[in-house]
């Protein structure tokens, strides 16, 4: 790190992305939540209740997961790396993948139009100059 040069400070477009990403990945996991709470999801046919209730749990036990993982990464994308950018880039494509599942609701879609506004925005003009910013000085 050149030790003449400080950081730049992450533009508003970086920040509206990191939030979002994380919101892409914490809607889904509230909505589970919500519904588990309720006990209102639905049950797929030939399942048994108790094995889909068990199938709700586990899904937001498993939700938290990729929760961490955004939010390490949004970490590292206000921080300028470019990489970070990129793999949470593949992530919000592949999101497109949730809408074709068994279990697509609005959840998924509210996720989805997060994760690619994210997309967007962590590569507006000011969000690239940002990153070629931190890179320069790193």
């Known amino acids: 790190m050149n030790s003449n040069l400080a950081l730049p400070v992450a533009p508003k477009s970086i920040n509206l992305a990191a939030l979002s990403y994380l919101l892409s990945a914490v809607v889904p996991l509230v909505w589970s939540v919500v519904l588990i709470a309720g006990g209102d999801y639905p049950v797929p046919e030939g399942v048994a209740p108790e094995q889909a209730d068990l199938l709700m749990k586990m899904s937001a036990v498993f939700s938290v997961v990729p929760l961490l993982l955004y939010l390490w990464l949004v970490v590292k994308l206000r921080g300028g790396r470019g990489w970070a950018r990129i793999v949470l880039a593949i992530f919000a494509v592949l ?44």
């Open 95 to 138: 999101h497109v993948a949730a809408l074709f599942g068994p279990a697509a609701g609005a959840a998924e879609y509210i996720g989805l139009a997060l994760s690619l506004a994210g997309l967007v925005l962590s590569f507006l003009p000011e969000s690239n100059r940002y990153v070629v910013d931190v890179k320069a000085v790193r």
